[in-house]
């Protein structure tokens, strides 16, 4: 993680055509990209709760408003999730409109706004 790039961790994400994860940040990010996500909602190997990705699903909100918002596959079973690796092709991107209301409007540029107000303000 601290060897690699925001630039290489967006090249190697826009050459997937399925993300699997538990949590928002990389399922997020794939979904920005109109990458088809899937979120796991069980465990693939036991383990703690809290060390678990499945504690997403009841404490952080975020997650669970955005898995409900944009009504992600979330598969249940180690059969479910292998038929949906098989079947990848057949999932389609999240809804664009969705996603932004989590990730922000990619047309809006923000350092314009900031030097726009701070110029403004000067007046």
């Known amino acids: 993680y601290d060897e690699t790039s925001l630039t290489d961790y967006y ?4 050459k997937m055509n399925l993300v699997l994860g538990g949590g928002t940040t990389g399922l997020l990010d794939a979904s920005f990209l ?9 465990e693939i190997q036991a383990q703690n709760y809290w060390q678990s990705a499945l504690r997403y699903f009841d404490y952080f909100p975020w997650t669970a408003d ?3 918002d944009s009504k992600i596959t979330v598969v ?3 059969e479910n999730l292998l038929n949906i690796i098989t079947d990848y092709k057949n999932i389609q991107p999240l809804n664009k409109e969705v ?3 989590y990730t922000g409007d990619p047309e809006i540029n923000l350092s314009n706004l900031i030097l726009g107000a701070l110029l403004k303000s000067k007046d």
């Open 11 to 14: 090249s190697h994400l826009c």
């Open 34 to 42: 109109g990458i088809p996500v899937v979120a796991i909602g069980f």
């Open 66 to 68: 955005f898995f409900s």
């Open 76 to 78: 249940k079973s180690k």
């Open 99 to 101: 996603v932004t209301r």
